[in-house]
């Protein structure tokens, strides 16, 4: 957290989930949540933007593209049962041989940009599921 602070990057402590959340990437419309989990091994960034449904089918199209588009993002869709569809958004940094303050901040940074030009695509592409906007019943077609 000391170099998440040197590096100016917004965040604050979650208490029911333990992660970093950052501040900056969660105010942006569409973003569920977005995280650093500190592990033994390794860190590991996670973001979550809520889809519309209705574009579920073009976003599992996409993915192949989205992915080479951003090679240092994981991205894949997480559909939960009651819950809209969910792109997930992730990061992993090896950390078990060591790793100093300046090559952490560039690798969050990177991290956090790349997500916020991913989130800014899927927004263009009309993907998002926005807070102002109602929410449209599901209906599978057979």
């Given at each position: 957290?000391?170099?998440?602070?040197?590096?100016?990057?917004?965040?604050?402590?979650?208490?029911?989930?333990?992660?970093?959340?950052?501040?900056?990437?969660?105010?942006?419309?569409?973003?569920?949540?977005?995280?650093?989990?500190?592990?033994?091994?390794?860190?590991?960034?996670?973001?979550?933007?809520?889809?519309?449904?209705?574009?579920?089918?073009?976003?599992?199209?996409?993915?192949?593209?989205?992915?080479?588009?951003?090679p240092s993002l994981k991205i894949f869709v997480d559909i939960v049962d009651d819950n809209l569809?969910?792109?997930i958004v992730a990061d992993y940094l090896h950390t078990q041989a060591g790793i100093d303050q300046?090559?952490?901040?560039?690798?969050?940074?990177?991290?956090?940009?790349?997500?916020?030009?991913?989130?800014?695509?899927?927004?263009?592409?009309?993907?998002?599921?926005?807070?102002?906007?109602?929410?449209?019943?599901?209906?599978?077609?057979?």
């Amino acid at each position: 957290m000391r170099w998440l602070n040197a590096g100016y990057i917004e965040h604050y402590v979650c208490e029911n989930c333990h992660g970093i959340h950052f501040s900056e990437l969660q105010a942006l419309d569409g973003m569920l949540e977005s995280r650093l989990f500190v592990e033994h091994e390794g860190s590991i960034l996670t973001s979550e933007i809520e889809v519309r449904p209705t574009a579920l089918l073009a976003i599992m199209a996409d993915l192949t593209r989205l992915n080479m588009n951003y090679p240092s993002l994981k991205i894949f869709v997480d559909i939960v049962d009651d819950n809209l569809p969910r792109l997930i958004v992730a990061d992993y940094l090896h950390t078990q041989a060591g790793i100093d303050q300046a090559q952490f901040l560039w690798i969050v940074q990177h991290a956090l940009i790349a997500t916020q030009q991913l989130l800014l695509e899927i927004a263009e592409l009309g993907f998002l599921m926005l807070e102002d906007e109602p929410e449209k019943p599901f209906v599978a077609v057979h």
